[in-house]
């Protein structure tokens, strides 16, 4: 079963533009993570961030938990062309050696040149 | 270093033949996890080894499914009778397998291997 689920279920911005994802999911987490994913392959994680955070940055990426709302955010700052993909947020319940990730079934992100 | 390896990169069969997938992980990456992405869908987990042992096979949907990972670095993911609603793409990831911190926590992913059973 899928934990998380993501929103909108696809987004087009201009180059330049910031785009905004959201996820929200059902259980209490341990952390959540974000990974995108090219051409339904291989995916890359992006961000990792622990039930007792608020906020991380990377780059241009900013995240947001939000756990009473049971809710996350990604925001890609000046999008360029290749991030075009799909973007996976998951979550993982309990802390541990098992992290096993539990997907949402992604949100697709297209940017136009 | 070499990142995840998956092998075939496509496997096509018929329905009721046998398959084996293969997944060479991160060097030194003592956790492993099997996943598998329907059309349209995230990945949905099937197996973890900690080393050589399946510590948690919940993900996997039947007893047609079994895992190895004899010395604890490559494991093989094998379909028994395959039905087309095996059909997906297999993926694999490994990471350090130690918690609390995000590097140890991070899984790697492969580039899958895509399944067509006919």
């Known amino acids: 079963s899928q934990q998380g689920e993501e929103d909108p279920q696809a987004l087009s911005i201009q180059e330049g533009e910031n785009a905004t994802m959201n996820c929200s999911y059902k259980?209490?987490?341990?952390?959540l993570q974000w990974y995108r994913q090219n051409s339904g392959r291989g995916l890359v994680h992006l961000i990792l961030?622990?039930?007792?955070?608020r906020e991380k940055h990377s780059g241009r990426l900013r995240v947001t938990l939000d756990t009473s709302k049971k809710s996350s955010s990604l925001l890609i700052t000046a999008s360029r062309a290749a991030d075009t993909a799909s973007y996976f947020c998951?979550?993982?319940?309990?802390?541990?050696?098992?992290?096993?990730?539990?997907f949402g079934k992604g949100i697709t992100l297209s940017v136009r040149p | 270093g070499a990142g995840v390896s998956q092998t075939p990169s496509n496997k096509v069969t018929e329905k009721g033949k046998y398959v084996e997938l293969r997944c060479d992980p991160i060097?030194?990456?003592?956790?492993l996890y099997w996943y598998r992405q329907s059309l349209g869908q995230g990945p949905e987990f099937l197996i973890y080894?900690?080393?050589?042992?399946?510590?948690?096979d919940s993900g996997l949907p039947n007893d047609r499914f079994f895992a190895v990972r004899p010395e604890g670095s490559v494991s093989t993911l094998k379909i028994q009778r395959t039905e087309r609603g095996d059909s997906a793409v297999y993926l694999c990831?490994?990471?350090?397998?130690?918690?609390?911190?995000?590097?140890?926590?991070?899984?790697?992913f492969g580039p899958g291997t895509r399944l067509l059973v006919l």
């Open positions: 990831a490994s990471s350090l397998g130690t918690s609390g911190d995000p590097r140890g926590e991070t899984q790697y």
């Open positions: 259980t209490s987490i341990n952390n």
């Open positions: 961030i622990r039930s007792n955070e």
């Open positions: 998951a979550t993982v319940l309990r802390g541990g050696a098992n992290s096993k990730l539990t």
């Open positions: 060097s030194g990456h003592t956790a």
């Open positions: 080894f900690q080393g050589t042992g399946a510590a948690d």
